[in-house]
């Protein structure tokens, strides 16, 4: 098993200060190795809206892949930006999938930014290497387990938020920071087993608005952090995935779900909701890993939006209506997939969500954390 993770919104110690925040998230860390998503398992047919007049109800608000990444790098896209990704996207989704199926599908498309590694392009953030930190904040950390491994850094001024259809802030830094075992404890294993409901503090977002001084920082003492890798932002197009909730919610001319509309469909050997992926995968092969900003996660297991809502309504099942307008409420902040050095689980990525209006409010720290591999 990989370590599955689940994220909490306590307050952390010590409080923010001096004009920073700090999102606190909680982990379900297992023996090494990823669970199966917490995620109630779909039904056939949860309930759904049509789409002969537009998207309308939980879908206007929420607008397996087979790869090895362990060892990749992030490779600069020959054509980037919004119009060459979903052109292709498009053309795929249209020649692979039945006419109505395709048409729904890409009705609900949504932008988002890949983080790819510095080509020529300007910079928006950085993986790994040292984060720059408000004087006098403490490194994060984990209370009696040790510090948080800095992930990455992002500007959010120079982000090409324009193509988003989240409320990023205009300007200021997010830094994200997790507990993956690097640093060396006093213990046979780091992956502890913490699935009790106080379960500690092991994953964390900062925003730092912009003007508050800042320094570069070193890890702590026995912390290795990873080789900085510099980003730059390209805009994208991105599709729901493999149970995420507007495939049940969504229906087609003859009043099929999306996900009832498919069910017995294959695209390369991939059947059911996974055609989805396939396709998804058929356009982005080759320009793995991704890190993004935005959009619709492209998971390992099942959508991460769909996976928050049930840690956080904790029973409610899928088809319950409850369930499909908590899911409706969480978008993707960011979400980084293994990488050189960076290795989720078994070559998996991490990923924090938020809710819309608490992002458009500043409240980081209602953020949630989930991890996922194959």
């Not at 029973?315 to 409420?329: C, K, L, S």
């Amino acid at each position: 098993m990989i370590p599955s993770t689940r994220s909490g919104d306590r307050p952390t110690s010590p409080p923010p200060s001096a004009g920073w925040a700090i999102s606190v998230t909680r982990l379900d860390l297992e023996q090494r190795g990823c669970s199966p998503p917490r995620t109630p398992e779909p039904p056939v047919h949860a309930g759904r809206v049509g789409l002969s007049n537009g998207v309308s109800s939980v879908a206007d608000r929420l607008g397996e892949r087979s790869r090895g990444v362990a060892g990749g790098r992030a490779v600069a896209w020959q054509d980037a930006g919004v119009p060459g990704h979903e052109d292709r996207l498009v053309e795929l989704a249209r020649g692979q999938l039945p006419d109505a199926v395709a048409e729904a599908w890409i009705a609900l498309f949504r932008p988002a930014v890949r983080l790819i590694a510095v080509g020529s392009g300007v910079a928006v953030g950085h993986l790994g290497g040292n984060p720059s930190l408000p004087v006098g904040m403490p490194w994060p950390v984990w209370p009696d387990v040790g510090p948080l491994t800095h992930v990455a850094s992002l500007d959010c001024g120079s982000l090409p938020r324009e193509a988003l259809d989240i409320p990023l802030p205009a300007a200021g830094r997010l830094l994200f920071f997790y507990f993956d075992g690097r640093y060396q404890l006093d213990h046979d294993d780091p992956w502890l087993d913490m699935a009790e409901p106080d379960q500690p503090e092991g994953a964390q977002v900062v925003f730092i608005p912009d003007g508050v001084a800042v320094r570069e920082r070193s890890a702590p003492p026995g912390l290795r952090p990873y080789p900085r890798v510099d980003l730059a932002g390209v805009p994208m197009m991105t599709g729901p995935q493999r149970e995420h909730i507007l495939l049940d919610q969504v229906s087609v001319p003859g009043g099929l779900s999306l996900a009832e509309a498919v069910d017995g469909l294959s695209v390369n050997g991939y059947a059911g909701t996974d055609v989805f992926c396939e396709v998804v995968y058929q356009v982005d092969e080759g320009r793995w890993p991704n890190h993004q900003v935005g959009g619709f996660s492209d998971p390992w297991q099942g959508a991460a939006e769909s996976e928050i809502a049930g840690l956080v309504l904790d029973g409610v099942p899928w088809g319950d209506p409850r369930f499909a307008e908590e899911a409706a409420r969480w978008v993707l902040l960011a979400q980084f997939d293994s990488d050189g050095e960076m290795l989720w689980g078994d070559a998996g990525a991490l990923y924090w969500l938020i809710r819309r209006d608490d992002l458009a409010a500043g409240r980081f720290d209602r953020a949630r954390f989930t991890m996922q591999c194959g």
